[in-house]
């Protein structure tokens, strides 16, 4: 079964600071991996996604990811943070066996953002 | 893009009683449905699995009396969160596969208070 690891619960940066968000995972193939962000009280946004290819993925608001097999890792990076980035940040992995895939998110990052 | 349609947003309801939540896919056929379940300040708990046309799939530890899914169309999954207590009160999120590019598509929530 695939599982998702957050090591950090909280991370704090100053705004315009670079970023980085860790996410390890576990799973026996190749996974499908996402990087979602949440405001409080709201739903879910994608951020970015890996399916394979390129390791190095692209995201909306200026964020990417790396997706690295040997270390197991997924780490999402942003160089230059703004106040409006503070919220909390779920790595997920999926996996494709049949139509009853799902994914799985790991626990949460909530960012906050120093002045 | 894919969208999927959540409601209510927000529902308060007397412990004893059951709510609907409702998650339909607007532009898109969504074969599966994935239920999640967030409690304040933690991460997205998978729930159940639904299927169109047959029986949900419900994670370990999950009561499927309780939280009665429903797939009846390609369309429109329901949860029904039966006899509610307060310890019901948390935030729903429904899921969807888009079909393309294996991305998935989250409503927006429910936020369930029990009193």
């Known amino acids: 079964a695939q599982s998702v690891t957050q090591p950090d619960i909280h991370i704090t940066v100053s705004e315009g600071a670079s970023l980085e968000l860790r996410c390890n995972y576990s799973y026996g193939a190749t996974p499908y991996l996402f990087w979602y962000v949440q405001s409080p009280g709201q739903g879910l946004q994608l951020l970015l996604k890996?399916?394979?290819?390129?390791?190095l993925v692209q995201g909306i608001k200026g964020f990417e990811a790396e997706f690295k097999r040997s270390q197991s890792s997924f780490n999402l990076r942003k160089p230059s943070v703004h106040w409006s980035d503070a919220a909390e940040y779920f790595c997920?992995?999926?996996?494709?066996?049949?139509?009853?895939?799902?994914?799985?998110f790991g626990k949460g990052t909530r960012l906050h953002i120093l002045p | 893009g894919a969208v999927v349609s959540q409601h209510p947003s927000w529902v308060i309801c007397k412990s004893g009683t059951s709510v609907k939540i409702e998650c339909r896919s607007l532009?898109?056929?969504?074969?599966?449905m994935f239920w999640y379940r967030q409690f304040p300040k933690q991460s997205l708990m998978l729930m159940a699995t639904s299927n169109e046309g047959s029986k949900a799939t419900y994670e370990q530890g999950v009561e499927k009396d309780k939280f009665l899914i429903n797939h009846a169309s390609l369309t429109l999954s329901t949860l029904t969160v039966t006899s509610a207590h307060p310890e019901d009160s948390s935030f729903y999120i429904c899921s969807a596969r888009t079909g393309q590019g294996r991305g998935y598509t989250f409503g927006s929530g429910t936020r369930l208070t029990v009193v």
């Open positions: 997920a992995v999926g996996a494709e066996k049949n139509r009853d895939d799902k994914i799985i």
């Open positions: 890996y399916f394979s290819g390129d390791t």
């Open positions: 532009d898109f056929q969504a074969t599966t």
